[in-house]
């Protein structure tokens, strides 16, 4: 067991210490999301007003969580689309044939993206005052709660879409086609009310909605119009965690397919 | 049972089959490693070599037969497996963007070491390949040759009895190969670890204590370099001419078989090659470019086993 969380502790901070020394992702990961916060927020304001039940709320408030959640997923991405090249042939290669337990491979490299997600998180959050958000260490601290699950997720999930590609090539593909739907119907870009049936159920069935809809929700007073409408704070987060389980279920199953799970 | 005088090969490998999808890559091979000993897998890419490697790290699991490390069954034992044998890859399997020292540390720790242990271990293997000074450097900074060292050092931090290396001296210059043998001798030597290596350069075949020549999936030959060059016997003459076949067919209506064409080149292999010289250059003086004889050489036994020429950088 010791061994086990000292494999997984070297792994997690091999991921950290990757991210610190390249300095553009560092900056790329950060700046994308604000940027597109800034831009998108300011420009479409004025054309753009959520509907939320009983009025509207201005733009560069309701993207504001939504693009905390692009972080999240950003930053999973990013972190695991090595494993495509160092599998065959890099650094994976030796992790493989060490005499540890398939499961703490894929933990460490999950909750090793998990952080460096919540680190980028955690950044762009501080700066909500600025999108009329009201932030107190309590929210701060309730808003940490429900997005460790959902970075979890999110990066388990990724790791399993590179454990199964040849290329990055690929893996873009499947990042715009499948990774970036996912978010955009989240209710993150524009909320499903007012959104026509067939989107709203698509929208229901996307595990997303609902770490977003906890984050939301932690965020705001019950009682306020925004929330309005979501799924309730308990159903998003069952919903969350199930889709860790679910996610990080997947990516174990696919890492130990390919060669032999290492008993213990 | 195996009498308890002597202790279980290092590598044992029986039958082993593998396939990829409808291509046998192995079609049943066997062949045994004694403890301490350097042995080398010869073949040409695409031979099965690398497929072989992988089911031995644990990598992938073979179709059929068994493969055991120091008596253990690399499927079912893995773990075991694992932490008896260290793996060096030809591919870099460093992180880059962490120092020696650093990708040593997160080696350790997935093997079980930590603390002062771990430390010591990873002074000593230092020291040992001569990388204290660059303990501190980024992987990305380093030179080809030290690269290697590191990566060996990496592979040898848990104290393995078995070191297994896929083409350890792909991409070094001659003085880092030879620094390389250099060391991997000593570590016989010093800690009886065995090694196991494929290879497709033949002046590294010639260093192993024993040699497989692996073609096609199958094992075409296994002995010591001298066993191996002691079946060709005598010398080979080797010809150069721009008609090998219309030479082959002369010599041996004239003289007698076999004569082999094998790469535009027209080979013979005779006890006595001095003799037959100057009676082939008579008849055939026109059409002959060159003529050479040698001893025999693992590339004469490679090319006797395989029928091929040229062992890298073809098509797989």
Redesign the interface.
């Known amino acids: 067991m010791r061994r086990s969380l000292g494999a997984v502790r070297a792994l997690l901070w091999r991921e950290v210490i990757r991210f610190l020394r390249d300095r553009n992702r560092v900056l790329g990961a950060l700046l994308q999301p604000i940027m597109f916060w800034a831009l998108f927020g300011s420009g479409l304001s004025a054309s753009f007003h959520p509907p939320v039940p009983g009025g509207t709320v201005p733009y560069e408030e309701y993207f504001f969580p939504g693009v905390v959640v692009m972080i999240l997923l950003f930053t999973a991405i990013f972190s695991t689309v090595s494993i495509i090249e160092d599998r065959r042939e890099g650094f994976l290669q030796s992790v493989l044939v060490a005499p540890v337990p398939r499961s703490i491979v894929v933990l460490g490299k999950v909750l090793g993206g998990t952080c460096l997600a919540m680190a980028q998180g955690l950044v762009l959050l501080v700066l909500a005052p600025l999108a009329g958000i009201r932030l107190t260490a309590a929210v701060l601290g309730e808003s940490c709660l429900v997005l460790v699950p959902l970075a979890f997720a999110l990066t388990a999930l990724s790791f399993c879409i590179a454990w199964r590609m040849d290329s990055t090539q690929g893996y873009h593909a499947v990042m715009t086609v499948f990774l970036m739907p996912l978010w955009l119907l989240s209710g993150a870009p524009f909320p499903s009310l007012g959104a026509p049936a067939w989107l709203r159920a698509i929208i229901g069935a996307n595990p997303v909605t609902y770490g977003l809809a906890a984050f939301r929700r932690v965020l705001y007073p019950a009682t306020a119009p925004v929330v309005a409408g979501l799924p309730s704070l308990g159903l998003s987060l069952v919903v969350t965690l199930a889709f860790c389980a679910f996610t990080f279920g997947g990516a174990l199953a696919l890492a130990s397919r390919t060669a032999h799970p290492a008993s213990a | 049972m195996a009498p308890l005088m002597s202790p279980p090969a290092s590598v044992e490998v029986h039958g082993l089959v593998h396939d990829y999808g409808e291509y046998r890559a192995l079609r049943g091979v066997d062949f045994s490693v004694g403890q301490g000993e350097i042995f080398g897998l010869l073949g040409p890419n695409g031979g099965g070599k690398t497929t072989l490697f992988r089911i031995l790290?644990?990598?992938?699991?073979p179709a059929g037969g068994r493969a055991l490390i120091f008596g253990r069954d690399?499927?079912r034992e893995?773990?075991?497996v694992?932490?008896s044998m260290g793996?060096v890859?030809q591919?870099?399997?460093?992180?880059r963007?962490?120092t020696v020292r650093?990708n040593l540390?997160?080696?350790g720790?997935?093997?079980?070491l930590?603390g002062e242990t771990l430390r010591k271990a990873m002074d000593d293997m230092l020291q040992r390949l001569r990388l204290l000074d660059r303990a501190e450097t980024?992987v990305d900074r380093l030179s080809g040759g030290l690269m290697r060292r590191a990566e060996i050092a990496?592979?040898l931090l848990h104290r393995p009895r078995l070191l297994l290396m896929d083409e350890p001296s792909s991409g070094l210059d001659p003085g880092a190969r030879q620094d390389l043998w250099d060391l991997l001798g000593g570590l016989r030597e010093s800690h009886g670890t065995t090694l196991l290596l494929t290879t497709h350069l033949m002046e590294e075949a010639d260093r192993c204590d024993r040699l497989a020549i692996l073609s096609e999936g199958t094992l075409v030959a296994e002995g010591t370099p001298r066993e191996l060059k002691g079946e060709i016997g005598g010398d080979v003459i080797v010809i150069t001419t721009a008609v090998p076949v219309e030479v082959r067919d002369g010599i041996e209506r004239r003289f007698g078989g076999p004569v082999q064409v094998v790469d535009g080149t027209v080979r013979i292999e005779r006890p006595s090659g001095h003799e037959l010289i100057p009676r082939i250059v008579e008849a055939f003086a026109d059409r002959i470019d060159a003529v050479t004889l040698g001893r025999p050489t693992l590339l004469d036994v490679f090319i006797r086993k395989t029928g091929h020429r040229f062992l890298g950088d073809q098509a797989a």
């Open positions: 790290a644990t990598l992938i699991r690399v499927v893995a773990r075991e694992r932490l793996v890859f591919s870099p399997a460093l992180d963007k962490l650093e540390d997160v080696q720790r997935l093997y079980g930590g980024r990496k592979g």
